[in-house]
């Protein structure tokens, strides 16, 4: 596990990665640049978003009040907004909100963006769901329980969680990252030009997340698409 010092480091670089990426951050999801791994790769990382978009979509969020951690630019703020009653969508990142903002248009109006630290932040009040994607792999091991506890205290008793995060796949990333191996917990992150970041990256097993939050009150399920995603959704008890 990291020390504090390198942690708190890690967490400072990580944020100015997402800072400067914001710019080219929907490359990784569409696969371009970089990110273009092939058509066979492309084809099947689309068919893997779809089956996470369907288990999304078959949650029960319609008319609830729900809490996006870390949007980013939006790619499941613009999933969710129109379902919900309102959305709360906090992320360290200006630009990544300004992004987020230009996507969804007239539909930014049911939302409220936070500018927060997420290590920092905490509500004055429970939600009905709380969504976090591609989020859980950036938190450090020695923060992962306090995170989930965090989240309990965001929802409601009965209120829902659903996450997303990567599976540990090479051709997820660009062709110039080099994933971290078994126990490191951080990873050199490349932009367009060349600069370099250090940040976290976590990737855990299925059955780890589920006893993690089994521990805090979560009671989920967690599933794998075939290469890409690991997705998990459930409820408070
Ligand atoms: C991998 S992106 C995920 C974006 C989006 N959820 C998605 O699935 O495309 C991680 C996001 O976390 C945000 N972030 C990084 N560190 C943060 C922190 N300490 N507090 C809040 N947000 C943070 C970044 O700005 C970025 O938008």
Sequence with gaps: MLGNADTANALLEQKDYYRARAPEYDEWFLRLG????????????FEQVHEVRQSLRALSLDEKNVLELAPGTGIWTEEL??????????????????????????????VTYIEADLFEWHPTREFDAV?????????????????LSNIVKMLRPGGTVFFLDARKESTSTAVDHVLPSRDEELMTRRLDDGREFTIIKNFWTAAALVEKCTRVGLTVEVHETADYFQFGFGTRD
């Design 81 to 110: 907004c129109t379902r919900v009653a309102h959305l709360t969508a906090v992320d360290s990142s200006r630009e990544m909100i300004t992004l987020n903002r230009q996507r969804l248009g007239s539909r930014a109006d049911r």
């Design 34 to 45: 970089r990110y273009d791994r092939g058509e066979d790769a492309t084809r099947r990382w």
């Design 131 to 147: 969504v976090f994607c591609f989020w859980i792999s950036h938190i450090p091991v020695g923060r992962i329980d306090e995170f």
